[in-house]
């Protein structure tokens, strides 16, 4: 029978990478999108964006438009 010290350990090491593998794989997937375009001067509505965003689907994984302060951007999925 294993000592309740050894015991002890391996527990916390299972709840350590427990934690550990979905904060890890949150992070990795957060890590693929990157703005490709927008501004002002690019997109004058969301619908415009939009539109845009679905034309550019065949070249990246996935698209999506947002709005900010400074206008409306598209981000990529690659």
């Given at each position: ?49 939009e ?23 598209m981000?990529?999925?690659?």
């Amino acid at each position: 029978m294993k000592s309740r010290r050894t015991r002890i350990a391996y527990g916390l090491a299972v709840a350590a990478a427990v934690v550990a593998v979905p904060l890890s794989a949150g992070s990795a997937a957060a890590d693929g999108w990157q703005t490709i375009g927008g501004g002002p001067a690019v997109f004058s509505n969301m619908q415009e964006c939009e539109e845009y965003a679905e034309q550019m689907k065949d070249e990246y994984k996935d698209t999506r438009c947002y709005e900010t302060e400074d206008g409306i951007y598209m981000d990529a999925l690659t």
